[in-house]
C-alpha cells in the first residue's frame, strides 16, 4: 500500500531557483529516504534521515523530518538543468513487507 | 555508481513466453528486492530476499517468481507473459546492517508483452 504521497506532483523552476518538494506518510516510520531517478532509468539514492532527526543537509540538498506531522521536505538551493528529474521518498517501517515503501514521486524540471 | 547490473535493459515479447529478468551484484549485499514501475508511478515491492534460499513476497501481489541460489544474484520469471506484465522492473540490494541502511538501484528492465 502507497505510504509516501509527494507534492506537488510536477514542478518546473528556472536554473538557480530553489526547488521544494513535500512528503507525507502515513505509518510510523525508522526512517525516511529520498531517491532521484532519471528518465526511464534506476534510482539513486540522496540522502536519509532517522526518525529521531529533524534536519539534515548534503551539499545543495536539505531534508527536513517533521514526524508529529508524518512529513518531510526536500530542498534543492541553486538548481541546475541537471537536477531535472523524478524525485521519490520512501519510507522503512520495519514492519510488513521488508523494503522501502515509494511514494508517487515529484517530476522536476529545470528550465535553462 | 552502484554496482548492481539488470539484463536484459529493454525486452520486447510475445504472449505466453516464458522470461527471465537478471540481476547481479556485487557489493556482497544480502538484502536483495524487486520492485515494479509503470510510467511516472511509484514503484511497488513485488519479491524481496535476505539471503541465499530466502525468498519472500513484497506488497503488490505478482505473477512473477523469483530465486536466491547465490548471493549475488537474483533472477525474476515470469512463466507465461501477458500484457498486464507490461512494466518496468527494477532491482535493488542493501547491506544487512539493520534499517538505516540505503538501497541501490540497477537500471531496470523495460518488459513489453505484445
Known amino acids: 500500500s502507497q505510504q509516501g504521497e509527494e507534492d506537488p506532483q510536477a514542478l518546473s523552476i528556472q536554473e538557480g531557483e530553489n526547488a521544494t518538494m513535500n512528503c507525507s506518510y502515513k505509518t510510523s516510520i525508522n526512517n525516511l529516504q529520498w531517491y532521484r531517478q532519471n528518465s526511464g532509468r534506476g534510482l539513486v539514492h540522496l540522502i536519509l534521515i532517522r526518525s529521531n532527526e529533524r534536519e539534515k543537509h548534503s551539499g545543495r540538498l536539505r531534508v527536513t523530518l517533521d514526524t508529529s506531522k508524518k512529513s518531510s521536505s526536500l530542498l534543492i538551493t541553486a538548481s541546475r538543468a541537471a537536477d531535472t528529474a523524478s524525485y521519490f521518498c520512501a519510507t522503512y517501517s520495519g514492519g510488513g513487507a521488508d523494503g522501502l515503501t515509494f511514494g508517487k514521486g515529484t517530476h522536476l524540471i529545470i528550465q535553462p | 555508481e552502484a554496482d548492481i547490473y539488470q539484463t536484459p535493459r529493454y525486452l520486447v515479447i510475445g504472449t505466453g513466453k516464458k522470461i527471465t529478468l537478471e540481476c547481479s551484484q556485487t557489493m556482497g549485499h544480502d538484502k536483495m528486492y524487486w520492485y515494479q514501475q509503470d510510467p511516472g508511478m511509484e514503484l511497488h515491492l513485488i519479491h524481496y530476499s535476505y539471503g541465499v534460499n530466502s525468498t519472500e513476497k513484497g506488497d503488490l501481489s505478482s505473477e512473477s517468481t523469483v530465486s536466491r541460489i547465490r548471493t549475488e544474484h537474483f533472477p525474476l520469471t515470469l512463466e507465461s507473459a501477458r500484457p498486464s506484465h507490461t512494466s518496468q522492473y527494477l532491482c535493488?540490494?542493501?547491506?544487512?546492517?539493520?534499517?538505516?541502511?540505503?538501497?541501490?538501484f540497477g537500471q531496470g528492465t523495460r518488459l513489453t508483452v505484445v
Open positions: 535493488a540490494s542493501s547491506d544487512w546492517a539493520g534499517a538505516d541502511t540505503e538501497a541501490f
